[in-house]
Nanobody, 115 residues
Framework: QVQLVESGGGLVQAGGSLRLSCAASGNIFSIHVMNWYRQAPGKQRELVALITTGNSTNYADSVKGRFTISRDSAKNTVYLQMNSLKPEDTAVYYC?????????WGQGTQVTVSS
């Protein structure tokens, strides 16, 4: 089992920045990829960014150049630095860990961007 705890969400004005954190615990050696998803009201959950154990990264087109995913292996924590935030970035952001055929989710953290 893997436990994920997100933090760092909040209310920010358009153009501002936030950094989300996702702390992992438990059987972290089974994790091959860490993902950030988001879900806006009335919309499907979408993949925002991912980082592999080899530190390869990938981003949704809508956040490229504005968001950066990174990891601190010593702290078992993954970050999502979000810059130049837009109102359309408003959503609940979820941390996800995948590996060995399993998928684990955090509880989510709300990000609200005001115009």
């Amino acid at each position: 089992q893997v436990q994920l705890v997100e933090s760092g969400g909040g209310l920010v004005q358009a153009g501002g920045s936030l950094r989300l954190s996702c702390a992992a615990s438990g059987n972290i050696f089974s994790i091959h990829v860490m993902n950030w998803y988001r879900q806006a009201p009335g919309k499907q959950r979408e993949l925002v960014a991912l980082i592999t154990t080899g530190n390869s990264t990938n981003y949704a087109d809508s956040v490229k150049g504005r968001f950066t995913i990174s990891r601190d292996s010593a702290k078992n924590t993954v970050y999502l630095q979000m810059n130049s935030l837009k109102p359309e970035d408003t959503a609940v952001y979820y941390c996800n860990a995948g590996g060995l055929g399993r998928s684990y989710w955090g509880q989510g953290t709300q990000v609200t961007v005001s115009s």
